[in-house]
């Protein structure tokens, strides 16, 4: 396999790491906050994630090619208490993975 497709392949890895780890994050915050059903959404996004995330380990392990694990970054609403502020970071999760 090319080097590039291996790049890519790690990149999106570590991008569905970080969005899963955003999503929990964001919905333990609400969860502390008693905004239980925007919490539940946001534990379904984290939840989605981490499948992809798997898939992409699962895919490159079958292909004898380990996974490189990036560093995670808290999510820029961590500490906000303005609900759109939650789910702007969301938006911004979704429309990081489209570049």
Do not use: C
């Amino acid at each position: 396999m090319k080097q590039q497709l291996i790049d890519a392949l790690q990149e999106q890895f570590n991008r569905e790491r970080m969005n899963h780890a955003a999503y929990r994050a964001l919905a333990d915050q609400l969860d502390n906050m008693y905004w239980p059903g925007s919490s539940a959404w946001m534990r379904k996004s984290s939840d989605e994630e981490q499948a992809h995330a798997d898939k992409f380990a699962a895919y490159m392990v079958d292909r004898n090619i380990t996974p490189r694990y990036a560093p995670l970054e808290a999510p820029a609403a961590l500490g906000e208490t303005d609900l759109t502020r939650f789910f702007e970071a969301a938006l911004e999760l979704e429309r990081s993975e489209e570049h």
